[in-house]
């Protein structure tokens, strides 16, 4: 719920702007990213992942790029609305394979009318 | 939320009584996972369950223990729950709408419990 917001880093943004949201991830090894949002008082949705052997992924009006060299993931969204106010979670498989996900703490974006 | 159902939604407990939280699914995924969530803390892994009586920890396993005896269910037990258990707990399940298959994570809506 609300209590989720507290000691996040927070994105303030307008309507119709283009946001993006960093992560730095911190496994070398990781293969495999997520991004996930979460509203208030909700459970994290999946928005898009990637795989380490690509930089780029694109979704409806999001984009992951990934840079591996630096371990940094960012989350772009286009044309940012209201409804996309939440809390955005990245997530790394910390393993080859399947693994259980290392989540990172979040960033809160706002978006005023 | 995707076929996940959790119970309580809420519940306020006292120090020193056991408690249980349920994960239900219907999407017969093979895994099942408990987190928990607090300010400053992110998402954190309980326990996690590979079929059914196969559970491992994760990074947060003191003072709970899980079992699963169908496939459908995942239950948290906390058996003398503290005040630093106070948080809210998402429960976890496999699969999702990616290619990528068993590492993408669907949540339940939450359970807050609050340990007085």
């Known amino acids: 719920g609300e209590s989720v917001g507290l000691h996040l880093p927070t994105l303030s943004v307008q309507e119709g702007d283009n946001s993006i949201i960093n992560c730095a991830y911190s496994n070398s090894a990781s293969d495999y990213f997520i991004w996930y949002k979460q509203e208030s008082g909700k459970g994290p949705q999946f928005i898009i992942d990637i795989r380490s052997n690509m930089d780029k992924r694109q979704g409806q009006r999001v984009t992951v790029l990934l840079n591996k060299t630096v371990k940094h993931l960012s989350l772009q969204i286009a044309a940012t609305q209201p409804g996309d106010s939440a809390v955005y979670f990245c997530?790394?498989?910390?393993?080859?394979?399947?693994?259980?996900?290392?989540f990172g703490k979040g960033t809160m974006l706002l978006v005023s009318p | 939320d995707a076929g996940i159902t959790q119970s309580p939604r809420h519940k306020v407990t006292e120090t020193g009584t056991p408690v249980t939280l349920r994960c239900h699914q219907t999407?017969?995924?093979?895994?099942m996972y408990w987190y928990r969530q607090d300010p400053g803390h992110g998402l954190r892994l309980i326990h996690y369950?590979?079929?059914?009586?196969?559970?491992d920890k994760g990074e947060v396993s003191d003072g709970y223990s899980v079992s699963r005896s169908k496939t459908e269910d995942f239950l948290l037990t906390l058996e003398s729950a503290t005040s630093s258990q106070t948080s809210v707990y998402f429960c976890?399940?496999?699969?999702?709408?990616?290619?990528?298959?068993?590492?993408?994570?669907?949540f339940g809506a939450g359970s807050r419990l609050t340990v007085l």
């Open positions: 369950s590979y079929g059914v009586k196969d559970t």
């Open positions: 997530a790394e498989n910390p393993h080859s394979g399947y693994s259980t996900l290392t």
């Open positions: 999407e017969n995924h093979r895994y």
């Open positions: 976890a399940i496999s699969g999702g709408d990616s290619s990528y298959g068993a590492n993408v994570l669907t």
